[in-house]
């Protein structure tokens, strides 16, 4: 397989799956973030490969060179210095243009920073949005938090861990009250998962600290007008006439409307 994304850990390094460790021990050339943070994760595993580095400053460049050896059947593997390439870190292009030019690519899932956020918070469910990084100013983030005011579903977000304590205080100023979890260092040895109202958090972290950090937002929490909670209930009886139970239909519109499961199973009988 010419092309290999490999996901790598995001904090402790015995996370690498099996499957990784086979692929960069028979890759011709390790395609990296950083060649220092990916020789210690080959050395812990005692890998001798030949690096080259591949990162946003030199993204394009590379691509354009790396296209023509792929296609001659050159084996590449390529990683970041945590999680999975082209998910918030260089990779998406050199894919694409793979794909674009008829090589064959592969994937190779591992840790992921997110999913582990959005478990470890416990606001997560069935669905959530995935945001990447924070915009960097203030007006951005003004637009996001009106964005998500009414969004009935977790939110999870990266940020730097210099930029966490004003993101913080710009949230706590527009859903002081909104259920958010701070999740920093995973997997590491100081890892650490703070949990409260936006409020709490921002004076929790009034200071940077230290880490990556990733920040879960809890479902918005608003209260549905008597018309809306009309409809609402209306739509959980559609379902009920259906053939759906009445519970899951409940469940289910609670989720798209905000408005309580109780309230709607209760008002549907």
């Not at 001659?72 to 998910?87: I, K, N, Q, Y």
């Not at 005011?149 to 993101?167: D, G, I, K, N, T």
């Not at 002081?176 to 890892?191: N, S």
Request: hydrophobic share 45%; aromatic share 4%.
């Amino acid at each position: 397989m010419p092309l290999a994304v490999c996901a790598t850990p995001i904090g402790n390094l015995d996370d690498v799956t099996l499957r990784v460790l086979e692929e960069l021990r028979a890759a011709d050339l390790v395609l990296c973030e950083d060649t220092r943070m990916t020789r210690v994760l080959l050395d812990r595993h005692g890998i001798a490969a030949k690096l080259l580095s591949y990162h946003e400053h030199n993204e394009a460049k590379r691509t354009a060179e790396l296209i023509p050896r792929l296609a001659a059947g050159e084996r590449m593997a390529l990683v970041t210095d945590a999680g999975l390439p082209g998910v918030s870190d260089p990779g998406a292009r050199l894919v694409a243009a793979a794909l674009d030019a008829g090589v064959p690519v592969t994937v190779l899932p591992g840790p992921s920073a997110v999913d582990t956020a959005l478990v470890a918070s416990g606001l997560g469910a069935e669905r959530f949005q995935f945001l990447g990084f924070l915009p960097r100013f203030e007006h951005g983030l003004s637009e996001l938090w009106a964005e998500l005011a009414r969004w009935p579903h977790a939110v999870v977000a990266f940020e730097s861990a210099q930029r966490l304590p004003r993101s913080l205080r710009s949230l706590a100023e527009a859903m002081p009250d909104r259920q958010v979890a701070v999740a920093r260092e995973l997997t590491k040895f100081y890892e650490e998962v703070v949990r409260g109202t936006a409020a709490e958090l921002a004076e929790r972290f009034a200071e940077p600290p230290k880490g990556e950090v990733v920040l879960v937002l809890g479902p918005a929490v608003t209260k549905a007008t008597t018309e809306e909670e009309e409809q609402a209930t209306s739509a959980v009886a559609e379902l009920v006439a259906a053939g759906l139970p009445r519970r899951r239909a409940a469940e289910l519109v609670s989720r798209l409307t905000g408005v309580s499961r109780n309230r709607l199973y209760d008002g549907s009988l």
